[in-house]
């Protein structure tokens, strides 16, 4: 026995009963029997320090009053630091200097002088000034532990309704709330709440981890962590919301109720395995998002008469559209909230269930019990529904029950990932349904767009400048614009100039004549033209009014609808006129208009890549070329090319995570890409459209269909 426990045992400060029982813990602890023995509570870290001071006749040093050395803490992992309880602070005539409460460990000193290669002398401190400065110089950067150690009080976050308490003690550090891992999680948690943001993403680089929040649909840089504390950071996630911990290559879903200070919050996460570990993605749900009421979404008062007479109609397919995060889950359950009473059977099937609605049927979507979006819609069709929320039309199947239930006494609801309201209509003929299908059920398509609200306490008006005009001249000319408004920042607004958000929209309604165009499958132009005469709003033209009533500004516009998609949009409509083709627009015009547009090919096979390009140059566009994704993104940043047709499997950086990097950017997310999986599968276009992608098509893809997607998408710019 060392001389320590033999003077502890002496002073009877510890019992060989206790020694022993310290011993047995220690095989599987990797911890020094000193430190068990204040672990357990068998003596205290003062009488332990005194103790060793006595014994080994050397003083307590006091390690916040040492140079600490980074050199010397690059010399020692982590995992031994830890397992023998010691802090190698400075480098002194060659010898690594180690804090420790027993320096005459010797089992510890000789493995560690073996590690570094250099000699070692103990030095004595107290268990928990070591612990203090292993955390500090291990676990966390300095800025990191001031931001926890300055928390006036910690911040507790219980689980509630979790389905069963797993074994969370997989690493010693994690145990309790004190741990630094636990209180910076419960940081980044309640912090996000605090700052209403709806997503929090913890994204691994190289040698940073990024913390990000989304505020208001933004993505806001919060902080930086040190690359090692993202593995403890991601399993205490997972273990928040019952994830396998030991599973990193998968994708894994999970959800659960917290308790942030007594405040219930849900939790939705995601894990997606990177090339520099998993990415996570946790969104916050708010439960007053249930109770959504249809006036207070963003709707100006004639299309809310508009959407409210269509939703109470007793039959027919009322469609909302638009990308990830438009706000289109908002508008269908205040949709319901509106019309939901106690004659009526709501049923919906949804992926996911987001939010609970009194006094609505919910169904999760759950594929490996067979609940698809085609099988739990032939379910609820048996039980005799008024109202069918159909979260998403992805499929054929799907597609065909829906349209047909709405052409038999029911009124359904449902989503679809386009960007505006006619190429809603291309799209559902693509799935493959019958154009008179589509035009005997459609009552109503409405495309739509979150925008961020100018700050209140800190707006300001002004007059269109220079700048404005330079950029934004013809938009403003066009829709007479006189003021303009602005918000500076403020403290209320976290900085930022905005605060909340309304949604924008572009309402198709579907009169006799559209329905007629529609079921003949007339071409877009034409659909186009009869639209317009029926009064429907583009997105860029309900903005207009936001921007004229002073809730947003002209470049949250801009970022969310492309101004200068809208002109080239007139333009286009205006040269069709002036060339008088009737129908379609003609070849040569394609050419003269697609002049202007560059297009990026991202492709790992250069075959695909020289097809493409011969196909895209005859048609008139300018043709740019990458390698894989992450070039990929790179040439999009700097080229800014018009829209981007993006592989999906690539070497360095695939598809997905290349087109998650441009909608992350916020100077080129609002480029068009168009992806090519390899196969059609429900989750490759699912994953891809997840990603942000605008379109999809399948390989070997038909390029008459590839060049109309692309016409489509670029009308828009
Ligand atoms: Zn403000």
Redesign the pocket.
């Given at each position: 026995m060392s001389k320590l426990l033999d003077a502890l045992t002496e002073r009877n400060l510890v019992t060989y009963e206790q020694i022993k029982d310290a011993r047995i813990k220690q095989v599987g602890a990797k911890k020094s029997i000193s430190e068990l023995l204040v672990d357990m509570d068998f003596v205290q870290e003062e009488d332990l320090a005194r103790v060793a001071s006595d014994v080994f006749g050397l003083p307590v040093c006091n390690l916040s009053q040492e140079e600490i050395d980074p050199e010397a803490i690059k010399k020692l992992p982590f995992e031994k630091v830890k397992r023998y309880g010691v802090f190698p602070f400075r480098i002194e005539d060659g010898q690594l200097l180690l804090a420790m409460c027993d320096p005459q460990d010797f089992v510890a000193l000789e493995d560690i002088s073996a590690i570094c290669g250099m000699g070692t002398r103990p030095v004595l401190a107290k268990k928990s000034d070591i612990e203090s400065h292993i955390e500090k110089h291990y676990l966390l950067d300095d800025l990191t532990y001031d931001l926890i150690k300055n928390m006036t009080e910690d911040i507790k976050i219980e689980v509630v309704q979790k389905d069963s308490e797993k074994e969370i003690f997989q690493d010693e550090y994690f145990i309790g709330q004190k741990s630094p891992i636990v209180r910076l999680c419960n940081l980044i948690v309640s912090d996000a709440v605090k700052a209403r943001a709806s997503d929090i993403h913890i994204e691994p680089y190289e040698k940073i981890v990024e913390v990000r929040y989304r505020v208001d649909g933004y993505l806001k840089n919060i902080m930086k962590i040190p690359k090692r504390l993202h593995p403890p950071l991601a399993v205490r996630i997972k273990i928040l919301t019952d994830l396998d911990i030991a599973e990193t290559r998968k994708p894994q879903d999970g959800r659960s109720s917290i308790l942030i200070e007594g405040r219930k919050v849900d939790l939705r996460v995601s894990t997606i395995p990177t090339f520099h570990g998993e990415k996570i993605v946790i969104r916050l749900l708010d439960q007053k998002k249930s109770r959504v009421e249809l006036d207070s979404i963003g709707f100006e008062s004639q299309n809310l008469e508009i959407f409210k007479e269509a939703i109470n109609r007793p039959q027919g397919i009322i469609l909302i559209t638009g990308p990830t995060g438009s706000g289109k889950t908002s508008t269908l359950y205040a949709a319901l909230n509106n019309i939901k009473n106690e004659t009526k059977n709501i049923v919906t099937i949804e992926d996911p269930v987001e939010y609970l609605i009194q006094g609505v049927n919910q169904i999760q979507v759950n594929p490996v019990k067979n609940v698809t979006f085609s099988t739990g819609l032939k379910s609820i069709l048996r039980q005799d529904p008024n109202v069918i929320l159909v979260g998403e039309i992805r499929d054929k199947e799907t597609a065909d029950i829906a349209f047909r239930a709405s052409l038999t006494g029911h009124l359904v609801f449902s989503t679809l990932h386009t960007n505006n309201a006619l190429s809603t209509v291309v799209r559902l003929y693509d799935i493959g349904l019958e154009p008179y299908l589509v035009g005997s059920s459609v009552i109503l398509i409405v495309a739509q767009r979150l925008v961020r609200l100018i700050?209140?306490?800190?707006?300001k008006e002004y007059e269109p400048g220079e700048k404005e005009n330079e950029r934004f001249g013809a938009f403003i000319k066009r829709h007479d614009i006189k003021k303009l408004y602005r918000?500076?920042?403020?403290?209320?607004?976290?900085?930022?100039?905005?605060?909340g958000q309304t949604a924008i929209f572009e309402i198709m309604q579907i009169d006799a004549k559209v329905k007629n165009l529609i079921s003949q499958k007339a071409s877009q132009a034409d659909l186009w033209e009869v639209v317009r005469q029926n009064g429907l709003q583009t997105l860029a033209e309900a903005g207009v009014q936001k921007i004229i009533d002073g809730l947003t500004t002209i470049e949250e516009i801009e970022r969310v609808c492309q101004l200068s998609s809208e002109q080239t949009l007139t333009e286009a409509s205006n040269q069709k006129k002036a060339s008088k083709v009737p129908g379609s627009i003609s070849r040569e015009l394609h050419k003269q208009v697609n002049k202007k547009f560059r297009i990026l090919i991202v492709d790992d096979e250069p075959d695909i890549r020289e097809v493409l390009k011969m196909r895209l140059t005859v048609e008139g566009y300018t043709v740019l070329e990458a390698e894989d994704g992450s070039e990929g993104v790179k040439r999009t940043c700097q080229e800014k090319p018009d829209l981007v047709i993006m592989d999906i499997m690539m070497p360095v950086m695939n598809g997905i995570e290349a087109t998650k990097k441009i909608r992350d950017n916020l100077e080129i997310a609002a480029t068009p890409v168009v992806m090519l999986t390899a196969k059609a599968t429900k989750e490759d276009e699912l994953q891809g459209l997840d990603a942000g992608a605008d379109d999809y098509l399948s390989k070997p893809f038909d390029e008459d269909k590839l060049l109309a997607r692309i016409r489509m998408l670029l009308r828009r710019r």
């Open positions: 700050c209140k306490n800190c707006k918000a500076e920042g403020c403290e209320h607004c976290n900085y930022m100039g905005f605060s």
